[in-house]
């Protein structure tokens, strides 16, 4: 069965001090890798695509990397405006165009 | 551009009742999806068009139905609202189902069932 999982579910973090977030997954198959973002009250924002092991995509403070089992979003110097809940999700080659997403982590900036 | 709107933003609704969740994009985007979003299951799909008349089912599509007349509007109706149908509808598009794409998503509709 092809699954997501995210870790931490929640971080803590000072303004300025850089971490990680981790996305591991099983999937028969990987099309495609995805980060969204998500406000409070607000729908997912896309953030990245990861298609291939190695892959390295990056957006001001934030840059993903892609392995075979797992997906890391790296987090350098956040800020408050980081503050956010992050979302991972896989596109399966049998599930054409449909996403399998985490339950995502929410991350907490404090200046 | 608009992109993709969701109404209503907010129900209070009586179970036993039926409801329909309205979605229209103005991207011209063949797939539209449904999602539910619920604390500590994340985002579930409900139902999913690749294209203008076609349909399918999700992970969730229990008590829920689509239809897609057309390219633009994907309407979600909960023909007999349960307790459990408490939660966050996202609807959500991408350029083409079969294409490896992001998905864009709407506002939400918060949806509470008495």
């Known amino acids: 069965e092809d699954q997501v999982t995210q870790s931490p579910e929640a971080l803590r973090l000072q303004e300025g001090e850089s971490s990680s977030l981790n996305c591991s997954y099983t999937v028969s198959g990987l099309r495609g890798l995805f980060w969204y973002r998500q406000d409070p009250g607000k729908g997912p924002e896309f953030l990245f695509t990861l298609y291939s092991a190695g892959e390295e995509k990056e957006k001001e403070r934030l840059k993903a990397t892609l392995t075979k089992k797992e997906s890391f979003l790296h987090i350098t110097a956040p800020k408050p405006e980081d503050s956010a809940t992050y979302l991972c999700a896989v596109q399966a080659a049998s599930n054409t165009g449909k996403l399998i997403f985490g339950q995502g982590t929410t991350l907490q900036v404090k200046p | 551009t608009a992109g993709i709107t969701q109404a209503p933003t907010s129900q209070i609704l009586a179970a036993g009742r039926s409801m329909t969740l309205r979605c229209t994009q103005d991207?011209?985007?063949?797939?539209m999806y449904w999602y539910r979003q619920d604390l500590g299951l994340g985002l579930r799909l409900i139902h999913y068009?690749?294209?203008?008349?076609?349909?399918g089912k999700g992970e969730v599509p229990d008590g829920y139905s689509v239809s897609r007349a057309n390219t633009d509007d994907f309407p979600l109706t909960l023909a007999s609202a349960v307790p459990s149908q408490t939660s966050v509808y996202f609807c959500?598009?991408?350029?083409?189902?079969?294409?490896?794409?992001?998905?864009?998503f709407g506002p939400g509709t918060r949806l509470t069932v008495l």
């Open positions: 068009s690749n294209t203008a008349g076609t349909t």
């Open positions: 991207m011209r985007h063949n797939a």
């Open positions: 959500a598009s991408s350029e083409g189902g079969h294409i490896l794409n992001e998905q864009f």
